[in-house]
């Protein structure tokens, strides 16, 4: 029913006889929209109505993209609508309701019905601030940017007080290991540990009930008693006794992950985290009326402070796992870390720890190896590289420059300028290598160094620059070392630079000057 029709409708039903509150309720509209509509004479709701139709509307300019969510998926829900309207365009600002009445409209006008599929949870009083954290897994099947399906794994938690929430995913099934990491990625995003952690009975914590006295696995029972943690099982069948966390489960379904296209398992936690700061802890709660990370401001003073890293977690088995991407490097915190050349291809995962000086280690998932360590930047988008990583050693060139950088004190140097003479002598660059590698077998490595500097210095690219440049530097030692030796010094006639003095003119063959005086013979 448009504006126009209820006012006539009201103005109806009242000449009829019936009260304010009874055309309200036959109408299912509120009171307050009865005395609204009442409040104007015909001739100024006419002037409303045509106002709201040609009245351009804050999410105007986003109305197609807005109508082919609805179209492609229509059981999407307006609220995730406004997730992903705030995901693309992080500078528009729009209130809940403003999207959810646009929605509804759209829905109306272009007769896209949605779908829904209900379910009921029994209410639960909240416990007190920091005494409770409720935990579940989920999974859900995405669809991957080659149309391809995936399955996809999760583990949520979320303080009952408050209703804070951190989730983890992993492309595969968790592990007992991957859970405790979890916990403990969680109590970092906490900044703290609830007094009760309240489970599902997962195989990966629980292996018996055991008549309430419970039988966990061997590696969560030994976290627990580190960790000093009070655990709750809820029993079989008895989903309400941890209805926060069910809801918190279908939100991550419904609302973060629907028709979400999936890449790897890197950028998807990634995108999960924000969705957490942006939607998830920022949302109004529909039943606190609150938002949770307002609430959790106070909630995380109720909490018991985490410890440092647990002894048993050091172990790079316990550490976090990431994908290698084809151009072997993996992804954390939002940049990118290399790995040698060929990692790719013989590891599909490895395993990461961050060091208390944010240094990013990176081990060979089964044997432990450290493949790589990196300083972890301030920023974010950046391309970590170690320079190591860029050359194959099986190859025959790439090892010949390691070879000969190796040889000087300073290597990082060496291989910038072996780097340049390989892009100046691509087709010579084994000559050049030979030549150099000579002078570092016969002199020492601070006459080496500091050709190396000269060369530099100078924008001098080649090996027989530096080989001459060596020889430079040895006649300056000589004649240095001979002026001392003399009781008086001679000084230069004039001001010509030892440079130009230690030159060698270029010298013909006699044959060359013989050739010329017989040609001037014959004129």
């Known amino acids: 029913m448009d504006k126009w029709e209820m006012y006539m409708e009201i103005q109806q039903l009242l000449k009829k006889g019936f009260s304010k509150t009874k055309v309200a309720d036959k109408l299912g509209v509120s009171r307050a929209t009865v005395y609204r509509h009442l409040k104007r004479s015909p001739s100024e709701t006419a002037e409303w109505v045509e106002s709201l139709q040609t009245r351009k509307k804050k999410l105007d300019p986003y109305k197609e993209l807005i109508l082919n969510w609805l179209r492609e998926h229509p059981d999407l829900s307006a609220a995730q609508v406004e997730d992903w309207l705030m995901e693309?365009?992080?500078e528009l600002e729009v209130g809940e309701s403003t999207v959810r009445a646009y929605v509804r409209?759209?829905?109306?006008?272009?007769?896209?019905?949605?779908?829904?599929?209900?379910?009921?949870?029994?209410a639960i009083a909240d416990s007190p601030m920091g005494e409770q954290v409720q935990v579940d897994f989920g999974h859900t099947k995405q669809k991957t940017s080659g149309n391809k399906e995936v399955k996809l794994n999760f583990i949520a938690f979320v303080l009952s007080n408050s209703r804070y929430k951190y989730k983890e995913w992993l492309d595969r099934p968790f592990t007992t290991q991957d859970v405790i990491q979890a916990h403990e990625n969680a109590?970092?995003?906490?900044?703290?540990?609830?007094?009760?952690?309240?489970?599902?009975?997962?195989?990966?914590?629980?292996?018996?009930?055991?008549?309430?006295?419970?039988?966990?696995?061997?590696?969560?029972?030994?976290?627990?008693?580190t960790r000093k943690l009070n655990l709750r099982v809820c029993r079989k069948a008895d989903p309400e006794s941890k209805g926060k966390i069910e809801n918190v489960v279908g939100f991550i379904k419904y609302n973060f992950a629907k028709y979400r296209v999936f890449n790897n398992i890197d950028s998807w936690n990634e995108q999960g985290w924000e969705w957490l700061i942006r939607t998830?802890?920022?949302?109004?709660?529909?039943?606190?009326?609150?938002?949770p990370v307002e609430v959790f401001s106070l909630e995380k003073q109720h909490l018991r402070p985490v410890s440092g890293n647990i002894n048993f977690l050091n172990n790079h088995e316990n550490s976090i796992t990431r994908s290698v991407h084809k151009d072997n490097t993996i992804r954390y915190l939002s940049n990118?870390?290399?790995?040698?050349?060929?990692?790719?291809h013989m590891n599909e995962t490895v395993s990461i720890k961050e060091t208390k000086d944010r240094e990013l280690l990176i081990y060979h998932?089964?044997?432990?190896?450290?493949?790589?360590?990196?300083?972890?930047p301030d920023g974010k988008g950046q391309l970590i590289k170690d320079r190591k990583h860029t050359r194959d050693r099986t190859k025959?060139?790439?090892a010949f420059i390691d070879t000969v950088a190796n040889r000087f004190q300073e290597t990082e140097t060496a291989y910038d300028y072996l780097d340049k003479l390989r892009e100046k002598y691509p087709r010579y660059i084994r000559d050049q290598l030979q030549m150099i590698l000579k002078e570092t077998k016969q002199n020492n490595e601070q006459l080496l160094t500091a050709a190396l500097s000269e060369c530099i210095k100078r924008n001098l690219y080649s090996a027989t620059d530096f080989s001459d440049i060596i020889l430079y530097l040895k006649r300056q030692r000589q004649v240095h070392d001979t002026t001392n030796d003399k009781a008086e010094t001679v000084s230069p006639l004039n001001s010509i630079s030892g440079w130009i003095i230690e030159t060698e003119a270029q010298k013909r063959n006699v044959d060359a000057y013989t050739a010329l005086l017989e040609e001037g013979d014959q004129s």
Do not use: M
């Open 88 to 90: 693309r365009y992080k």
């Open 105 to 122: 409209e759209l829905r109306v006008e272009y007769k896209i019905a949605k779908e829904s599929s209900p379910r009921d949870y029994e």
């Open 187 to 225: 109590f970092q995003w906490f900044s703290g540990i609830p007094g009760e952690l309240v489970y599902d009975q997962d195989s990966l914590i629980v292996v018996s009930e055991n008549g309430g006295d419970l039988i966990l696995t061997k590696e969560f029972q030994h976290y627990k008693q």
């Open 280 to 291: 998830g802890n920022r949302k109004i709660h529909n039943t606190t009326k609150k938002r």
């Open 336 to 344: 990118r870390y290399s790995l040698p050349l060929g990692t790719f």
């Open 365 to 376: 998932s089964e044997t432990g190896e450290l493949l790589a360590k990196h300083q972890i």
């Open 396 to 398: 025959g060139i790439d």
